[in-house]
């Protein structure tokens, strides 16, 4: 199983642009969480799936920001218009069962640079 | 509130050296914590949870409810522990985990 892909790993853009990052859980898995990563608040939950369904968004900053699960191995975080402030590294993790297993299926990371 | 803390941003020790990653939490009631590692170029993955009491690559971690506290121990410091090192609880609705903002962990020779 090549683990949880998220694509793009690198992605370069001017403020104002929309950005949409994407992501395939491992399959059987029927929870998936999208985090943000900065140096200065660390790794901070956007948002939680469960079978396809969000369940938690509490931590989506704004309206910019929005998710999709249309259905059990694809994912999106879309932000637009996006602004230099959304710079970060952007993660997918997925797992069986939730959160309450402790263990979460990382992805390699989609690094957003909002120029 | 539901918060990990983690003091340290790096810390620096030799080989050979023992080795403690300090963690905090905030919590009502009986919290689940974990600890998961970043290496180098390596994906986010979970090292060890506190309710199996593992050691796992010489790491231990003991949850101490007095002090709101599940430090990392290891005793013995390898080069191949410098790593990124968080802290995680499992938040108050079972939905997911709270990472606190991580330690940087530098063993060198």
């Known amino acids: 199983d090549a683990g949880v892909i998220q694509s793009p790993r690198h992605e370069v853009t001017e403020m104002g642009q929309e950005v949409t990052l994407r992501c395939k859980p491992i399959s059987g898995h029927n929870s998936l969480f999208w985090y943000r990563q900065t140096m200065m608040r660390g790794l901070e939950l956007l948002i939680y799936?469960?079978?396809?369904?969000?369940?938690?968004d509490s931590g989506m900053p704004e309206d910019r920001f929005s998710a999709k699960m249309p259905n059990a191995s694809f994912s999106t975080l879309k932000i637009q218009p996006s602004e230099p402030r959304d710079s970060a590294v952007y993660f997918c993790?997925?797992?069986?069962?939730?959160?309450?297993?402790?263990?979460?299926?990382f992805g390699e990371g989609s690094r957003l640079t909002v120029l | 509130a539901q918060r990990v803390t983690q003091p340290e941003k790096l810390l620096s020790v030799f080989k050979g050296a023992p080795v403690e990653l300090k963690c905090n939490y905030s919590y009502s009631g009986s919290p689940e914590l974990f600890w998961y590692v970043q290496y180098s170029r390596q994906r986010l993955q979970l090292l060890l949870r506190?309710?199996s009491r593992e050691s796992i690559k010489g790491f231990t971690a003991d949850l101490n409810k007095g002090e709101t506290s599940f430090h990392l121990k290891k005793p013995f410091a390898q080069e191949e522990d410098s790593a990124m090192y968080y802290c995680a609880l499992v938040n108050q609705a079972g939905t997911a985990l709270i990472f606190g903002k991580g330690t940087t962990l530098s063993v060198s020779s």
């Open positions: 993790a997925s797992s069986r069962g939730g959160a309450g297993t402790g263990e979460l299926f």
């Open positions: 506190h309710i």
């Open positions: 799936f469960n079978n396809n369904v969000p369940i938690d």
